[in-house]
């Protein structure tokens, strides 16, 4: 009995069930504990793209104008692209340096029960900053959007996140925790400038527009946009394909770092 | 190799992204983008287009031009892969203009160009320039200007009509070797000879110029010819024009203004196959018939208009109207015309009332009134002068030519004016970004108008859609942002309060552009798109109904009509209401610079249609 119990406790991956749920759950819970009590990474994450988008899609623009509809689905991306970012990129390399990784690979835990927690944690902070902002939108801007819109939006930010989750990833094994900080911003900021979240491609020079099909987050936004009619005309499947294809080889190049 | 599957992976994600790019077109919005050019390098096509091609009309027809040439033109030509194509069904192409009467310095050829006239014939300009203008002209290579063919210095007498701009000018005195002057002009580069024979005598009671003798005329014509030049007569009356198509000239480059060709004149003209470029334009200046104001004030022509020209067009010499200088010359070149006289479209432009490229339009207009149809006014300025001034590689549209080209909307082979609703010009096969110089120069600088005192605007109790003031009702949509959303109005019986009428708007709010808008706008300024002063107005009031929709009226004003517009929304409702909005309540809006007064569709996409009445300004 007692030593049912220990081999238990010391193997639980391999329960009845064959899969340790709980294991995942408590994983995933504590990360996102970790992040909520991080006040660096949540105040910024959750505050920021609700303040941006009070002002730029709120306050300075004029009301019934489509600004505010349009810049609730951009900065919706914008939003759930923080969180996937930091949380892989800067918390991963944050674990490195503190050795939480081989720590964590010592110990009868699933393998990849820390990747599958930060992955919800970052779409659990997706959702969260995308109700924010339909909150905002709908109370202060009069937004107005079909309740299978809204739903529809939610689910492009929540599965959006994938493409960033391996982008930070893969920053994460590359650099170090104070660096990936800069790293990460260097990518983030500019990357949603330049795929017109802040403000839409066509009040930006042409040579931005030009290039914007380079970056994960112009195809996100322009997903997005199709929700509500104001996409640039592009093939869905061939947004979904770039996204895809960024997700699978950054993943990959962040496997090979780590097996490495 | 340690590195392969990276490199591999990388790589693959790099294809992924170029297919991304080229299929997106670079994240463009594909609703042509506003200032774009629609072709980007010297090869293109067009499908489908009317074709005027310099002497006579296809009613369907592909072009293909390859590498800034003309390649095939024809109801069944082929159009090649890889290579722009632009859909020129509703449009007509036509041959870049040529103006056969100006005096271009300055921005003149890049203003030439910016309504389409591709090439332009200088009447007396400076010489010292000619080297340089040969080798544009040959070239193919891309270019904001029309190309110039020119007289140089002219052959005119010491202190006579040509030497009173300020220009140090070669003369020929009382006396002098005209042989030898012309030698000298043909030396320089001068790519014609043009003669002044002029005292002024039409134009002013007493004061007389000094102009070259008979004799000199005869000699100076004679010597253009022994050095293969074409020889072209300044002449304002009828019996300096008769001497000089007596003398050999080639072509006479103004209708004479003191009175209407009489039948000899007819006769000798023809004899001598002679061509007349009446210059139609300036004397309507002389004439003070205000066709420079109206082509200031045409929309299709206004917004690409600098500030000089327009200024330019609005200017006259001194001197009390003479309008029957103007009208003289339109029944002589209907005469002339009909006698089988050769007749070229050329402006004089340079000279006030004037403005390169967009009077070359006015002038077509004129031709016609005289007695040109549609078709013989486009030949005067396409086929004809490339042919009586020896243009080998242009004038018309047809393959080894140069594709200098103007798609226009419509039909100007039945509506001349069709000719100002410009698509597309290309030079060299280059499509030419035509900016909009409203914005940045004249509209931005005009002084806000003062508004008349009544409050109305508009009742719609009419026969058509107008204005108590300003400049009337536009359609406004977002295509001119880059969005697709389309706009209608019409008058329609049944206005609010039992009246007789009423505006009714309606289109379609197209998805795909960020903030999409539709509808119609007043434009208060006597100039469209000019600002007025609002300041001391307080409401804006007017009658509605529609079909349910939220509408948003938007008060656009400030610098430029593209600045973000002020706005608020009202209901249009089954029945009849009144709307009162407070100025004040337009957030940002610049009250003593109101541009344009819209009432507009904006999202969500759909059809839409509502009606207006009684709008007034209070």
């Not at chain 2, 198509?245 to 006769?267: P, S, Y």
């Not at chain 2, 600098?306 to 029957?324: H, I, M, N, T, Y």
């Not at chain 2, 009332?353 to 339009?361: D, E, K, M, W």
């Not at chain 2, 289109?507 to 002063?533: C, S």
């Amino acid at each position: 009995m007692r030593t049912d119990t220990i081999a238990a406790t010391s193997r639980p991956a391999a329960t009845a069930a064959g899969i340790c749920w709980r294991c995942y759950w408590l994983e995933a819970k504590y990360e996102f504990l970790r992040q909520l009590r991080t006040p660096a990474f949540a105040l910024p994450a959750l505050t920021f793209p609700v303040l941006f988008y009070v002002l730029f899609g709120v306050l300075l623009t004029m009301p019934g104008g489509g600004a505010s509809t349009y810049l609730l689905v951009t900065y919706g991306v914008f939003g759930i692209m923080g969180p996937a970012l930091f949380g892989f990129g800067v918390a991963l390399a944050m674990d490195r340096d503190m050795g939480l990784l081989k720590l964590k690979r010592a110990l009868p835990v699933p393998a990849g029960s820390l990747l599958l927690a930060k992955t919800a944690m970052a779409m659990m902070f997706g959702v969260v900053i995308t109700a924010m902002l339909m909150a905002v939108a709908i109370g202060f801007a009069g937004v107005q959007l079909a309740p299978g819109q809204l739903g529809l939006l939610a689910l492009v930010n929540l599965l959006g996140v994938l493409p960033f989750c391996a982008l930070g990833l893969w920053i994460g094994t590359l650099v170090g925790g104070q660096a990936a900080v800069a790293i990460v911003n260097l990518v983030y900021l500019p990357m949603a400038f330049l795929s017109g979240l802040w403000m839409p491609l066509s009040i930006l020079p042409d040579v931005v527009a030009r290039f914007a099909p380079l970056w994960p987050s112009y195809h996100l936004s322009q997903i997005a946009l199709k929700v509500i009619g104001a996409d640039a005309g592009g093939a869905s499947w061939m947004h979904v394909l770039v996204l895809l294809a960024f997700t699978a080889v950054f993943f990959f190049l962040a496997s090979r770092r780590m097996s490495s | 190799v340690k590195y392969f599957p990276e490199i591999l992976a990388v790589g693959a994600l790099g294809a992924v992204l170029a297919v991304a790019m080229h299929m997106l077109d670079g994240g463009r919005n594909p609703h042509a983008a506003t200032g774009a050019p629609p072709t980007t390098g010297n090869s293109f096509a067009i499908r489908g287009v009317r074709v005027f091609d310099g002497e006579r009309v296809l009613p369907m027809a592909n072009v293909v031009v390859r590498d800034g040439l003309v390649a095939t033109v024809g109801a069944d030509a082929g159009i090649p892969d890889g290579i722009d194509v632009l859909d020129g069904s509703g449009k007509t192409l036509l041959p870049g203009l040529i103006d056969a009467h100006t005096h271009s310095w300055g921005d003149a050829r890049r203003d030439a160009l910016r309504f389409g006239v591709t090439t332009e014939l200088d009447m007396m300009g400076d010489w010292k320039r000619i080297p340089a203008l040969h080798g544009e002209r040959e070239a193919l290579a891309r270019t904001d200007a029309a190309d110039l063919w020119t007289a140089g210095a002219a052959v005119t007498a010491p202190g006579g009509h040509g030497t009173q701009y300020g220009m140090d000018v070669p003369t020929l005195a009382a006396g002098g070797d005209a042989g030898a002057f012309v030698a000298a002009r043909v030396d320089e580069g001068s790519d014609y000879i043009k003669l002044i024979v002029e005292d002024m005598g039409v134009y002013e009671g007493t004061r007389r110029l000094p102009t070259i003798a008979p004799d000199q005329v005869t000699a100076a014509i004679a010597a253009a010819h022994a050095r293969d030049r074409i020889a072209v007569v300044h002449a304002s009356s009828q019996a300096n024009a008769r001497q000089a198509v007596a003398a050999g000239a080639d072509g006479l480059v103004h209708a004479f203004q003191d009175a209407v060709a009489d039948d000899a004149f007819l006769a000798e003209a023809r004899a001598g196959e002679v061509f007349v470029v009446p210059t139609l334009s300036v004397i309507a200046m002389i004439a003070g018939a205000g066709e420079g104001r109206a082509l200031a004030d045409d929309a299709r022509l206004s917004p690409w208009l600098a500030s000089r020209q327009v200024d330019s067009l609005q200017d006259r010499f001194g001197g009390p109207p003479r309008a029957e200088f103007l009208q003289r010359a339109l029944d002589s070149v209907g005469r002339l015309h009909a006698a089988g006289v050769a007749i070229l479209a050329g402006t004089d432009a340079g000279n006030p009332g004037t403005a390169h490229g967009a009077s070359l339009h006015g002038e077509l207009g004129l031709l016609v009134r005289a007695g040109l149809t549609p078709v013989q006014a486009l030949a005067a300025a396409t086929s004809l002068p490339a042919k009586r001034f020896g243009l080998a590689d242009r004038g018309r549209i047809a393959p080894g030519l140069r594709a200098d080209l103007l798609l226009v909307e419509g039909d100007p082979t039945h509506d001349i004016a069709a000719t100002r609703a410009i698509v597309a010009i290309w030079k060299n096969g280059y499509a030419i970004v035509r900016e909009s110089t409203a914005p940045a120069s004249a509209a931005a600088a005009a002084p806000a108008e003062p508004v008349p005192a009544g409050t109305l605007v508009s009742d719609f109790d009419g026969d058509s859609v107008d204005s108590r003031y300003g400049s009337g009702w536009q359609a406004t949509t977002d295509a001119m942002a880059g969005g697709a959303s389309t706009a209608d109005f019409a008058l329609v019986p049944g206005g609010a309060m039992d009246s007789r009428g009423a505006l009714e708007i309606s289109g379609e709010i197209k998805a795909g552009f960020a903030y999409p808008w539709a509808g119609a706008m007043f434009l208060p300024a006597r100039q469209p798109m000019r600002p007025v002063d609002l300041s001391q107005r307080r409401t804006l009031a007017f009658q509605v109904r529609g079909d349910g929709r939220r509408y948003t009226a938007m008060l656009i004003s400030g610098d430029s009509m593209q600045a973000m517009p002020a706005m608020q929304g009202f209901t249009a409702g089954p029945d009849w209401q009144e709307v009162r909005l407070p100025l004040s309540g337009f957030a940002g809006a610049e009250l003593g610079r109101v541009r344009a007064i819209a009432f507009a569709a904006m999202s969500p996409p759909g059809a839409f249609r509502f009606r207006i009445d009684q709008v007034e300004v209070e």
